[in-house]
């Protein structure tokens, strides 16, 4: 780059920070630092030219310094530095490579370069500064004192004039006499006398050279790809100066091969060698096993995935229009079946008692507003008549009006019309009221009656075809009613069987609370099924020939995330037939009361010896109600 010099360009690439791609897009803003000065943002133009180049037209006065740090910043790339060393000469001109200071290298002409003249070196201007013959001022010469003894040895010969011989050597001579005008010629001049001798540049001005090239064989060739080629190939060894490019290169070049460099090294965060030494911290295939290849087969293989996807959902529909034929399946009816069971758990239907209760009151709330009706219609039977097609009030209720005019004026025939038409309204009403009380009221009783008896006789029904034939619907409320799966009930021993039996066509549960003369009795049977509020909560069996009598029982209440052991029993009789155990435990009447209604029980048969368990039985039951334990 040109030094304090308008009108030039410089360019980066800008790579993504997070996936090396080109960055076309965003702010790029180029800050300036001229000779490890303060970095300032650059006032020039930055253009973005495509495929990640940004452009940098400095100011003139960004350009006036030795060395320059053009840096560009995106917030989406890795920041790009580009240092560059301005020069004072401009190797694109071809007359003194911008120089100034130089005249120009016209041949020839004034202040010029010398050229050589038909073989020998046009020294005019020399040659015209010897304007006398030597002869002329030897005459005038003076001769030293002692200059010929000293010079001239009288073992020499002194001629005043050689003629016919030959000096071949001189030696020690220092008084040359003045050469005479035009004594040397340019054929008396060797052609490399004056190699690299005197200061060319006499100092005059106005001189050129003319010729070209080929003429001018003993000049260099001051072509713009001559210069070039002479500056790279001249040794840095001889440009070490301080802030020289010499200095620079030679700097550069001892600090190695830079594909060698360990990074991040000193390289600073943002910077590139930072980035790759940080992050780029294993190889790419321990990270990756996949190629390309496998990469598009897989996303072929999702593109099918996802078409299919996309046909289903369309059969979906929205909010599931499209799921008209899903089939029934063994959860969902369990799910019914428990959802069901709940429903009736929560039903609290009225009672036979409680039903005849809210009828009466029902009846007599109506039987009351009635015969209030009647009384005042009885009121009005009295004081009206039928005269044809037409009631008219009896004479009796005529005299007994009230006299004076009451404001209602005297009886003109208009009054009359008026009086006649109200009471035609009255009797439409009471004719009205009438078929209410005669017709209309007495059917809707008796369709709320009849309606309140076929509910009452659906309810005995379905409690009946629930609770079985045991079931007294005078007596009994819906609290005895077990729900599906297994359970401890406490409750009267003779309907259990039918009561289990109705329910959801569930397995009959033997274990049950009887009550009898002698006490309570909880009766354990393998095979039973045991509820669903344990798990496992399924049937429980004991191995074949295990004797199960001296086991421990523990019941233990596990209600609202607690557990707590209310009864430990030991087994003194096992009833078995075939490979199935019974295990009745009677209980006294204290202990019975410890089972509370609602209680979900755990059960837990162990046989130990010494300090082993050498069998141990789970289950869980469930107290469903609790009634005459005396």
Known sequence: MLKNVAGQNISAQLINKTDGSDVTTGTTTVYVTKDNGTQTSGGGTVTNKGNGEWNYAPTQAETNANYIKFTFVNTSAITAGIGVYTISFNPHDTVRLGL??????????????????????????????????????MATYTQPTGFLAATFPTTIASPTN?????????????????????????????????????????????????GTKTTLD??????????????????????????????????????????????????????AGYIIGTYLNATISSRSSHTAANVRTEIDANSSQLAAILADTAVIGTAGAGLTAIPWNSAW???????????????????NAELASGINLLGGYIDTEINSILTIINKLDTALELDGAVYRFTTNALELAPSGGGGGGDATLANQTAILAALTTIDSIVDAILVDTDTTIPATLNTIAGYIDTEVTSIVNSLVEIKGTGFDTDDHSLVVIASAGGSLTVSQASQLSSIYAAVNSKPVIQSDLDENPTGSIITLTTGDTYGENFNPAKSWTVDYGVDLTGAVVTFTAANKQTKQIILQKTITQVVVSGTKYTLPLTLTTAEAKLFKKSDDIIFDIRIVSGTDVDHSIIGSIKVIDVVNLG
Request: charged letters at 10%; aromatic letters at 4%.
């Open 100 to 137: 100034t200071s130089l005249p120009n290298a016209a041949a020839d002409a004034a202040g010029g370069l010398a050229i050589s003249d038909a073989g020998g070196l046009d020294l005019d201007t020399l040659l015209g500064r010897l304007d006398a013959a030597i002869t002329t001022r």
């Open 162 to 210: 050689i003629t016919g011989g030959t000096i071949t050597t001189v030696t020690n001579l220092t008084n040359l006499p003045s050469i005479p005008a035009n004594w040397i010629t340019a054929a008396g001049i060797a052609a490399s006398a004056l190699n690299n001798k005197g200061n060319w540049n006499i100092g005059k001005t106005g001189y050129s050279i003319s």
């Open 218 to 271: 003993d000049l260099n060739d001051v072509s713009v790809s001559a210069v070039a080629d002479a500056v790279w190939d001249e040794l840095i060894s001889g440009h070490l100066t301080a802030g020289t490019t010499g200095a620079s290169l030679n700097a550069a070049g001892g600090s190695g091969d830079p594909w060698v460099t360990s990074l991040p090294g000193s390289y600073t965060s943002g910077q």
């Open 333 to 351: 009816d369990a799910e019914v079946q428990s959802e069901c069971t709940d429903a009736l758990n929560a039903y609290d239907p009225p009672t």
